[in-house]
């Protein structure tokens, strides 16, 4: 436990890389529109609880695979961010099922360490462009959700993303008391 803490605060973190595609200001909102390119991240899920109390698990189930807990015992740089797959009802209410995701180092991309948890898996996910709203602070189900309605708001009708299910991103380990990023990624339906 105590390395995949050290690793977080301490070691080396990785940015996922994306194209910025454009900024938009509307009614005093400013969001980015970015491109993701494809690329394999390692994932964990978890139902019938509720954001706050599965995100903190699936969390350090990412990090300790990260910090050398699997097959192989490689450590390896800590990406950022953490990508929480949500699904909100028709209220706005998160869903009881949650999917966390980690995008793998670059220099593991081709061949990612073999996970010694049965319930992590690798995946390859396609290329995504997303509308993404940064914010700071602690987050948790209730401050995602406040601005995931503040980004559906302020796109309104006219910009095409998918309303099944948006992602959640927090860049910081729980323990930093400041300066805090979070954001809400609504992903671009593709043509």
Request: net charge negative.
């Amino acid at each position: 436990m105590f390395g995949m803490i050290k690793n977080w605060l301490f070691g080396a973190t990785e940015e996922t890389e994306y194209k910025l595609l454009s900024t938009e200001t509307k009614d005093g909102v400013c969001y980015e529109v970015r491109r993701y390119d494809a690329a394999k991240h390692v994932s964990v899920s978890l139902e019938g609880r509720s954001f706050d109390q599965a995100s903190g698990e699936l969390m350090r189930k990412l990090l300790m695979y990260m910090s050398g807990s699997n097959e192989q015992g490689e450590v390896m740089n800590t990406p950022i961010p953490v990508i929480f797959t949500v699904f909100p009802r028709d209220d706005g209410t998160l869903n009881r099922r949650l999917v966390a995701a980690l995008r793998i180092p670059m220099s593991f991309q081709i061949s990612p360490p073999t996970p010694s948890d049965s319930a992590i898996k690798i995946e390859e996910r396609p290329g995504i462009t997303v509308y993404a709203l940064k914010f700071s602070g602690f987050a948790g189900e209730s401050e995602f959700r406040a601005e995931a309605s503040r980004l559906t708001c302020t796109l309104g009708d006219s910009a095409p993303f998918q309303r099944k299910q948006y992602l959640c991103c927090t860049y910081d380990p729980s323990i930093k008391p400041y300066g805090r990023r979070n954001e809400v990624w609504f992903l671009q339906e593709e043509p």
